[in-house]
């Protein structure tokens, strides 16, 4: 008599191996979503079980998912969504934009790196959302402060990674193409960058990672819109099994970008070598 394990293993050998592969990371991804709900059901009854706190039941398992599939049909959860991911979409093109040539410089000018080193790291350590008060001086609105805020948390893991992608570039590329008579320039374009692509896709998916963890915060700067709002609203008028909702909404949405930009690298993951 053949156990469960040992007929799952049997069919996944009559599989061809991008299927096999399939096959096994869905069940084992299926596997953690069980242990992570059994998990959630044991610490939420036995936090919120107990006499004198019935009134944050509305975060056990069967509460938050009924409230969460409540809000896939509502539009201002789609609209908060939208402008959550716009957010995050403006400020981590703006530290791309500043952080992706700098990276390639201050990667490539050995000079130039011992000169910026110190006072990357040290700005690196501040935390994104002490600039709060600031923003809020500097600039006029909400939204503008929302994308500073998100570019100063975003900027330097770009910076940082894209600096180490050119430190990996093969130097005897570098020094045949400059053998050739190439400038600093082609040799960026043409050697460095393409070289590069995989560790600033991993620089864009380090970035995505602490943008939405400073987005929720940054949001309740009194904006009334986005997936920080809502959650908020939802804490004021102690709407728990929606609050837990809202925070499900906010996981899932992060995993799907996230999953995006690792495609994305799987694309270029010919580069690594």
């Given at each position: 008599?053949?156990?469960?394990?040992?007929?799952?293993?049997?069919?996944?050998?009559?599989?061809?191996?991008?299927?096999?592969?399939?096959?096994?990371?869905?069940?084992?991804?299926?596997?953690?979503?069980?242990?992570?709900?059994?998990?959630?059901?044991?610490?939420?009854?036995?936090?919120?079980?107990?006499?004198?706190?019935?009134?944050?039941?509305?975060?056990?398992?069967?509460?938050?998912?009924?409230?969460?599939?409540?809000?896939?049909?509502?539009?201002?959860?789609?609209?908060?969504?939208?402008?959550?991911?716009?957010?995050?979409?403006?400020?981590?093109?703006?530290?791309?934009?500043?952080?992706?040539?700098?990276?390639?410089?201050?990667?490539?000018?050995?000079?130039?790196?011992?000169?910026?080193?110190?006072?990357?790291?040290?700005?690196?350590?501040?935390?994104?959302?002490?600039?709060?008060?600031?923003?809020?001086?500097?600039?006029?609105?909400?939204?503008?402060?929302?994308?500073?805020?998100?570019?100063?948390?975003?900027?330097?893991?770009?910076?940082?990674?894209?600096?180490?992608?050119?430190?990996?570039?093969?130097?005897?590329?570098?020094?045949?193409?400059?053998?050739?008579?190439?400038?600093?320039?082609?040799?960026?374009?043409?050697?460095?960058?393409?070289?590069?692509?995989?560790?600033?896709?991993?620089?864009?998916?380090?970035?995505?990672?602490?943008?939405?963890?400073?987005?929720v915060p940054a949001e309740f700067l009194g904006i009334s819109s986005g997936l920080g709002y809502i959650i908020n609203d939802a804490r004021d008028t102690m709407e728990y099994d929606r609050l837990g909702a809202i925070i499900i909404a906010i996981g899932f949405v992060g995993f799907v970008l996230d999953g995006s930009i690792e495609l994305i690298q799987r694309m270029f993951s010919w580069n690594v070598a």
């Open positions: 008599m053949q156990t469960t394990p040992q007929l799952f293993q049997k069919r996944l050998k009559k599989l061809g191996p991008t299927w096999r592969y399939l096959a096994f990371r869905l069940g084992y991804s299926l596997l953690g979503i069980g242990l992570f709900i059994l998990l959630w059901v044991a610490v939420g009854y036995a936090l919120f079980a107990r006499p004198g706190y019935e009134q944050f039941s509305g975060f056990l398992p069967v509460p938050t998912l009924e409230a969460f599939w409540g809000l896939l049909f509502e539009s201002r959860f789609w609209m908060s969504v939208w402008a959550s991911i716009r957010r995050v979409m403006i400020g981590i093109t703006i530290a791309f934009i500043i952080g992706l040539p700098f990276g390639l410089l201050i990667g490539f000018y050995q000079k130039l790196q011992l000169l910026t080193y110190t006072p990357v790291q040290f700005l690196r350590m501040i935390s994104p959302l002490s600039w709060m008060p600031v923003a809020l001086l500097v600039f006029h609105s909400f939204e503008s402060a929302i994308y500073f805020l998100i570019t100063m948390a975003t900027v330097w893991p770009i910076i940082l990674n894209t600096a180490h992608g050119v430190s990996q570039v093969n130097p005897h590329w570098v020094n045949m193409a400059r053998n050739q008579g190439a400038q600093d320039y082609q040799l960026l374009t043409r050697i460095v960058v393409p070289a590069s692509i995989p560790y600033i896709l991993t620089s864009l998916r380090l970035a995505l990672g602490v943008a939405w963890i400073v987005l």
